[in-house]
């Protein structure tokens, strides 16, 4: 009777055994199941955000291995502003061990881009920065980099992130943005009213790209602090001619210069060189007739004010000064005409620069879009 009590147990506990055995089996291949994986990653291509979300959570519910699947949950709680959330989520993977490079480098991607989101920039560059050590070679990860050091206004770090993706691809020198970052560090010296060593920096921009206009710009100012007009006003043309069609953002300081250096006159002659260069250059153009103006030679102004509202019938700046002229000179019938003829035109005016590559627009020429970290990008 004990024998066959004995054999019972024993063949009952077989019984649970298996089916131990048999059912973590079953959640196991349940698990490695890619079905809901893919319905998740194809709900999310769809755009339909909610259904992937609940997919990917069915994923780790039944297999918390799949990384990657947690990696896009907490990317969905980053859209829907849930950063703190997709941070939790996120770090949490950080702890685990036994990862491939490639899923640490996701996870800490994802960390960074979370942390972003909460304009945490320094520890986004600290989970950018162990990213890229496990693939120093990934561009995108140090495109991203750079722009974390540029909101860091880390501009040395961001120099030499720059020089080491132009090396990773040599087609892609990059000149126009090392110059504008080297820029940036001569600033930061001349907002310190270093000036010397600033123009040292500048000079290092220019060599680097000979069109970097705030180079020359700033130079020139360095120049005006140390009361060395003459010296400005070089730099300046200097900038003319490598760059005349930025010619505006230096037409006012020569005039103030050359006027306090009693050689006003000498505007004229950079503004028809800025001509010879550039033909239809509008603020070159303005700068003249304001010029003959001054000088009463109102003929001349109106001449050249007409060939500017021939060559950019979209500006209201030479119209608006032609009708300034006529009330000058008291000629009501040429006023009356030029009145009538604005009727008839489209009504667009100039307003400022804007940013080719995200169209943010600003007063004032700025050599680094705050919106997209564009460097040299803004346009009239």
């Not at 009777?1 to 019972?8: D, R």
């Not at 893919?38 to 997919?55: P, S, T, V």
């Not at 930061?188 to 920096?201: E, G, I, P, Q, S």
């Not at 019938?333 to 030029?338: A, P, Y």
Request: glycine letters at 4%; hydrophobic letters at 40%; aromatic letters at 8%.
């Amino acid at each position: 009777m004990e024998s066959l009590l004995i054999v019972v147990l024993l063949a009952v506990l077989a019984l649970i055994i298996i089916y131990f055995y048999y059912d973590r089996y079953r959640k196991v291949k349940k698990g490695k199941d890619p079905q809901t994986y893919i319905e998740g990653l194809r709900a999310l291509l769809e755009g339909k955000d909610e259904l992937a979300f609940a997919r990917f959570r069915d994923v780790v519910s039944e297999d918390s291995s799949n990384i990657d699947a947690y990696i896009r949950i907490g990317n969905i709680l980053r859209k829907y502003d849930k950063a703190d959330k997709a941070l939790q989520v996120h770090k949490d993977l950080t702890l685990r061990h036994g990862l491939e490079s490639v899923q640490k480098i996701a996870i800490l991607d994802a960390v960074a881009e979370d942390y972003m989101k909460l304009k945490d920039f320094q520890a986004a560059r600290n989970a950018l920065v162990e990213a890229i050590k496990l693939d120093g070679s990934d561009r995108r990860l140090n495109k991203k980099l750079t722009k974390v050091l540029l909101k860091l206004e880390d501009w040395d770090a961001a120099f030499d992130i720059r020089q080491k993706l132009s090396k990773l691809s040599p087609e892609d020198k990059g000149d126009g943005e090392l110059a504008i970052y080297k820029f940036f560090q001569g600033k930061r010296l001349f907002d310190n009213k270093k000036y010397h060593d600033a123009r040292l920096v500048f000079k290092e921009a220019i060599n680097i790209n000979a069109g970097c206009v705030p180079a020359y710009i700033w130079i020139g100012d360095s120049y005006v602090a140390e009361n060395r007009l003459e010296d400005a006003v070089a730099v300046w043309n200097n900038m003319i001619k490598a760059v005349p069609d930025e010619s505006v953002l230096v037409l006012e300081r020569l005039e103030k210069a050359l006027f306090e250096l009693g050689k006003f006159g000498a505007i004229s002659d950079i503004c028809r060189d800025i001509l010879s260069a550039s033909t239809d250059n509008i603020d070159a153009r303005l700068t003249l007739a304001e010029y003959h103006n001054k000088k009463g030679e109102y003929s001349l102004a109106v001449e050249h004010l007409r060939v500017a509202m021939e060559n950019h019938p979209d500006s209201f700046r030479p119209v608006l000064n032609l009708a300034r002229l006529y009330l000058i000179t008291d000629d009501k019938e040429k006023l009356k005409t030029l009145l009538d003829s604005i009727s008839l035109r489209r009504e667009s005016i100039e307003m400022g620069f804007r940013c080719r590559i995200c169209d943010y627009k600003s007063e004032k020429k700025i050599w680094l879009c705050p919106s997209c970290q564009a460097p040299d990008s803004f346009i009239r």
